[in-house]
């Protein structure tokens, strides 16, 4: 079994709220039917994204209430990507856009080679004028870390205002990876699963989460 960073453990917030550990106790379990897994994804999606912007930046603008005139706060959510690492990231994303409806989508292309494990690109799409934008990466798991690392490689190129990374679940492995290669990115999870196995799937975990997401098991 493989030690956790404890500067990548550092790097990592676990959001542990009681609904959030509830929802991911259900998803886990097998006999869990796909339209079940994807709605529990759904909500677990929009519960934990609040976590995620707790520091976004506000701004002040003056409204009507129907009894005056008053200054108050409001996101800029068109400054804001959600950028989903496929397939499995887009199954996040409808519970996210739910609370943030104005982000912007982005969508990275990867799959994980079966003899390697490493990551492949194979399509990369983001909104304009990224430089003026703050990036949130959204996939499942952070399992070996390749492809979160790739991802965010990828979108560094692009030169985001800052970049955050949302997962269910994760290990030592993927988090230790993902802060060797960017100490920079944040990570917010459900939960840290005890190891890898053989093939780079987290134990216990809850299997391939693209596969139930989309019933293709």
């Known amino acids: 079994m493989i030690a956790l960073d404890p500067a990548a453990r550092a790097n990592t917030t676990v959001i542990n709220h009681p609904l959030v550990q509830h929802k991911l106790t259900l998803m886990r379990k097998k006999e869990a039917s796909t339209n079940s897994f994807r709605r529990l994804l759904n909500e677990l999606a ?4 609040y976590e995620v912007c707790r520091d976004m930046p506000l701004q002040d ?8 005139t008053m200054t108050s706060q409001v996101i800029d959510g068109k400054k804001l990507v959600f950028a989903s690492i496929l397939r499995a990231g887009n199954g996040i994303l409808d519970g996210i856009l739910n609370v943030v409806p104005g982000a912007r989508v982005g969508h990275v292309g990867l799959y994980r080679d079966p003899n390697t494990l490493q990551a492949v690109e194979y399509y990369f799409k983001m ?15 952070l399992a070996t870390g390749n492809s979160a690392a790739a991802a ?27 802060y060797k290669e960017h100490p920079d990115v944040p990570v ?3 939960a840290i699963d005890r190891e890898l196995n053989d093939h780079g799937y987290i134990l216990p975990g809850l299997g391939d989460a693209g596969d139930r997401i989309f019933g293709t098991q």
């Open 61 to 68: 603008v003056q409204i009507e209430t129907p009894l005056e």
């Open 127 to 141: 909104p304009k004028n990224m430089e003026e934008r703050d990036v949130i990466i959204v996939d499942p798991m």
């Open 152 to 178: 965010v490689a990828r979108l560094k190129q692009c030169k985001p205002k800052s970049i955050k990374f949302l997962c269910l679940l994760t290990c030592p492995e993927g988090i230790n990876t993902l």
């Open 46 to 49: 929009g519960l934990m994204i």
């Open 188 to 190: 917010f999870t459900a």
